[in-house]
DNA sequence: GCTCTCGTTTAACAAATATCAAACGCGCAA
DNA sequence: TTGCGCGTTTGATATTTGTTAAACGAGAGC
């Protein structure tokens, strides 16, 4: 492992708050994985074996079922794929799939479990996270039965980071942004089209919003963070 | 408050494995609440003022937008509202609904979050807390997601408590339960209909499943805990 | 620069779900 | 008991979403 690579560990946003001995021991336990866009860091059925911290790439975490898949949520650089399938050490509930050719750094979990018993400022940097990714699911939830599809769009292209002149760039194609939006492609492309009275323009992954007051209005946008 | 009160706050679930005194000053801190049937504890958009643990009755998590409401998830008593708005100081997502009369240990959420700075094993108590709810939040997204209503309905039913005779006592109005999984009253009704073929007799709160695994195939049940 | 592939869009149609309305039935109070 | 109120069920209809198929278009490799 490179220096600069046990420097990104100790220094990624889960361990804020965190003594530095406590992103050391982490770094000295990890190995470096480089996955291929596509290949899979683990599968859901199967027992955690390792805590995952992405240094580079993105990663989609995937729910299987019914003969159908669905993306939950994406996670990217610096961000860590904190499942309770591995705080608890249960069986995965989700497969996690590369979106584009990452590098990440497993943690053994019986050792991040061990230091999660004896490092308070760990435990309480793991409360914060998971109190956060709770909220995360919260708001997947309220769209999913509240909201129509080109409503949840619209809800999801508020809530994106915008560069200084306000284009959005898409994280991901569209196939998969259907996916996390809870519906097909062809959907998708119908619910752009519901967005266009809105000055919704979307050119390959950048959008542009000129109407933002009225999309606002139009999916009920909930800003609270 | 009374000796008993006291006493069930401090043997409250979410405690578990937490030194004796932790139990003490929070039931200390705590004030009873009384919720009449269809009152309040909190409301979403709200700043949290305390952490409610439920002494006995039951209370709806309630999501609202786009001019409706609807229902994410139920907790009965011994167990708490352990919600991140009250763990990170945000605004609530989610508002807190009696279904019936209920008690509450209400313990101001500065006393709380203080503790969980100041007390390891209550910090780690709630990893596992956050860590099991979260859980329960990735199957729910993945049914809303993978799953038609039916389906829902099945995979619902088979994860419920059985007396000893294998009948499922519903915890909830059927009004509620569609709320719960995401669809109407009426395409509840319906559901229940689609199951009938395989012995699923709803006879008021009382249902029985005949064809069990018949019914696990139809909905691609998923046993994992 | 040119295909070739694959993701996206469009269109027609099918299925799932919601809405509206009315009938039903069960519990509760007079 | 009898009648009332409210939750549930049933039916007809509308809307939303998914499916299938085909056309389109942009990017990758030759």
Redesign the pocket.
């Known amino acids: 492992m490179s220096p600069d690579d046990h420097h990104r560990i100790e220094t990624i946003a889960l361990l804020e708050g965190t003594p530095p001995h406590v992103g050391r021991l982490l770094a000295e336990a990890a190995e470096i994985r480089a996955l291929a866009a596509g290949e899979l860091a683990f599968v859901a059925g199967q027992r955690p074996q390792f805590l995952h911290l992405i240094l580079s790439g993105r990663l989609a975490l995937i729910g299987e079922g019914a003969g159908a898949e669905t993306m939950v949520e994406a996670f990217g650089e610096g961000e860590a794929l904190l499942t309770p399938a591995v705080v608890l050490d249960r069986l995965y509930l989700l497969s996690a799939r590369a979106m584009i050719d990452s590098r990440l750094a497993a943690i053994p979990a019986e050792s991040f479990r061990a230091l999660l018993d004896r490092e308070p400022a760990l435990a309480r940097a793991v409360v914060t996270q998971l109190a956060r990714h709770w909220r995360v699911l919260i708001r997947q939830i309220k769209d999913l039965k509240l909201r129509?599809?080109?409503q949840r769009l619209a809800s999801y292209l508020l809530a994106q980071d915008r560069d200084r002149s306000g284009r959005i760039y898409l994280l991901m194609?569209?196939?998969?942004l259907a996916r996390r939006l809870?519906?097909?492609?062809?959907?998708?492309?119908?619910a752009?089209?519901q967005l266009r009275p809105f000055g919704v323009a979307?050119v390959?992954r950048a959008v542009t919003i000129s109407d933002e007051s009225g999309l606002r209005r139009f999916c009920d946008y909930d800003a609270v963070t």
Chains 1, 2 share one sequence.
């Open positions: 129509a599809g080109a194609e569209r196939r998969l809870g519906m097909t492609p062809e959907h998708l492309s119908r752009f089209a979307a390959g």
